[in-house]
């Protein structure tokens, strides 16, 4: 267990609706990442934030919007879900600016 | 851009033996290059890094050698055993300031024979 929670684990939802996934840190982890994972596009990195501020992008579509909270959990919130949006996504959480970084178990978005 | 890439998709070992997984890069804006182990339905999990400027880090019974010359790095994992079947990608990281961007390779699933 890596600390990270991510909820839901699972979630099915119609091209067009709009989505929150929800990720809570582990204990005193200042920074929150985003990625998502498909079976063609590999493990990309969306979006960072640290201590309530976006602190770096990856390829995070205009549609897709992140942030993080005083009390360091974080919301992904994806709208206008197209097919291809259909993913894991994945919250990881570090110390600071630590390497490290601890990854949730995700949550699974399919998009009918 | 950077980009990182497993030269195999799938790699089979017998147990006990020793594995080695390549991973090359395309150019040098990482700071620091990281190896994941992703197990099925789970999310990766660090396992080491080698910071840019290093040749070779040795952990517990995982050993990441870096050329930079040829812009490849491997993963070394000593005495293979059930446990360690998994997704392994290796990553590169850039870092400035509090802000950390990883860019992931595409994998190579380890499978262990009996």
């Known amino acids: 267990d890596s600390g990270v929670t991510q909820t839901p684990k699972h979630l099915i939802t119609a091209t067009g609706q709009r989505v929150t996934l929800r990720c809570s840190p582990r204990?005193?982890?200042?920074?929150v990442y985003w990625y998502q994972q498909s079976l063609d596009q590999g493990l990309q990195f969306l979006i960072q934030y640290y201590n309530g501020e976006e602190r770096a992008k990856g390829n995070i579509l205009e549609r897709f919007s992140a942030q993080q909270f005083p009390d360091l959990h974080s919301e992904l919130n994806l709208s206008s879900l197209e097919l291809g949006d259909s993913a894991l996504y994945f919250c990881?959480?570090?110390?600071?600016?630590?390497?490290?970084?601890?990854f949730g178990p995700g949550t699974r978005l399919t998009v009918t | 851009g950077e980009s990182v890439g497993l030269h195999l998709p799938t790699l089979s070992v017998q147990e006990g033996d020793n594995s080695i997984i390549n991973c090359a890069y395309s150019n040098s804006a990482s700071d620091y290059f990281i190896w994941y182990k992703q197990e099925s339905g789970k999310g990766p999990q660090f396992i080491i890094d080698?910071?840019?400027?290093?040749d070779k880090r040795q952990g517990q019974r995982v050993t990441v050698l870096l050329n930079k010359t040829v812009k490849h790095l491997s993963l070394q994992i000593a005495a293979t055993q059930p446990g360690d079947s998994a997704v392994y990608f290796c990553a590169g990281c850039s870092r400035y300031s509090s802000a950390s961007k990883i860019i992931f390779g595409s994998g190579t699933r380890l499978s262990i024979r009996p």
């Open positions: 204990s005193g982890d200042l920074s």
């Open positions: 080698i910071r840019s400027n290093m």
């Open positions: 990881a959480s570090s110390a600071g600016t630590s390497i490290e970084q601890y």
